[in-house]
């Protein structure tokens, strides 16, 4: 072999390994921006109706104004050197949050009785990233929450943490929320079918998901075996998560670091699980 030639098979090896360095950052790329584009078309009808951001400021405002208010008054829940409206705040958030989230996954049922799934499937958008994009666009709705908690919050003189970093955390812990709580709706949808079981399922585990967790009361006053399942359920972590950035002088019982890494974790493999039930809700 000539020199030559020896210079050439080496360019075309560098060339190939380049090649191959892009590849996996081009798919991935391609991946966001697929599911970017998902989020946006969902989010956009938001535009169109409003009122349902407005429907939902009700439910947290009722438990802010009146049980927050009483409870405070009674001192019945220990919480600490925390007063209890401002333990209560950042489960209250998590609970809007759930509430949007854990009913999102009817809009796939519609989808699918308007011929829209159908035209989705035809694409070659891959089926985790037409999941990640609604899932992003329950993240949307869940900042709606966000602010209107925090609004009633402040207003109600809860000691609210305003340090930019600490509102970044905020957006990003109530979008992995509303992310893995919607995808878990979706797989119920993709699996159940139809609305009549869907809303019936969805009331039955919206409930038991926000009483077994550190949202209205402390774990510690639980008792042993609620305990174990509040340990497992992720609204925990993301109240947690919550309690720390939200509130000043706020901290977290697990760590910030498990927090963020058990939602994005249960995140991830819920969304696996749902690209791949997704189109067998169009049969």
Same mark, same amino acid.
């Given at each position: /072999? ?39 078309? +969902? ?8 009122? +349902? ?57 519609? +989808? ?26 329950? %993240? ?14 402040? %207003? ?34 993709? !699996? ?5 079981? @869907? ?5 039955? /585990?919206?409930?038991?998901? @926000? @009483? ?9 006053? /639980?008792?042993?075996? &609620? ?17 720390? &950035? /939200? ?29 791949? !039930? ?6």
């Amino acid at each position: /072999m000539t020199q030559e030639e020896r210079v050439a098979q080496h360019a075309g090896s560098v060339s190939l390994l380049r090649r191959g360095w892009r590849l996996p950052f081009a798919a991935a790329g391609q991946f966001v921006l697929k599911a970017l584009v998902i989020a946006e078309l +969902e989010a956009r009808k938001l535009r169109h109706d409003p009122s +349902e951001l407005l429907t939902r400021a009700v439910q947290p405002a009722l438990w802010l104004l009146v049980f927050g208010q009483v409870f405070t008054h009674i001192r019945a829940i220990p919480t600490g050197d925390l007063p209890y409206l401002d333990f209560m705040a950042p489960g209250i958030l998590a609970q809007s949050v759930l509430f949007i989230a854990i009913f999102y996954g009817i809009t796939i049922i519609w +989808e699918r009785d308007l011929g829209i799934v159908h035209k989705f499937l035809v694409t070659p958008t891959p089926r985790a990233a037409i999941v990640t994009g609604k899932a992003l666009s329950a %993240g949307v709705r869940g900042l709606s929450q966000a602010v209107i908690v925090y609004a009633l919050a402040a %207003g109600l003189g809860v000691k609210i943490e305003w340090n930019p970093l600490a509102l970044l955390g905020v957006i990003a812990i109530v979008i992995l929320g509303a992310a893995l709580f919607s995808t878990f709706s979706l797989i119920v949808a993709c !699996l159940v079918k139809t609305r009549e079981r @869907f809303m019936g399922i969805g009331q039955v /585990m919206t409930m038991p998901l @926000f @009483f077994a967790s550190n949202a209205i009361y402390p774990i510690a006053i /639980m008792p042993g075996w &609620l305990r174990v399942i509040a340990r497992g359920n992720p609204l925990t972590y993301e109240v947690d998560a919550l309690r720390a &950035l /939200m509130l000043s002088g706020g901290s977290s019982t697990y760590g910030l670091g498990l927090d963020f890494a058990v939602l994005v974790v249960a995140t991830a493999l819920l969304i696996l699980i749902a690209g791949h !039930l997704y189109s067998k809700v169009a049969i």
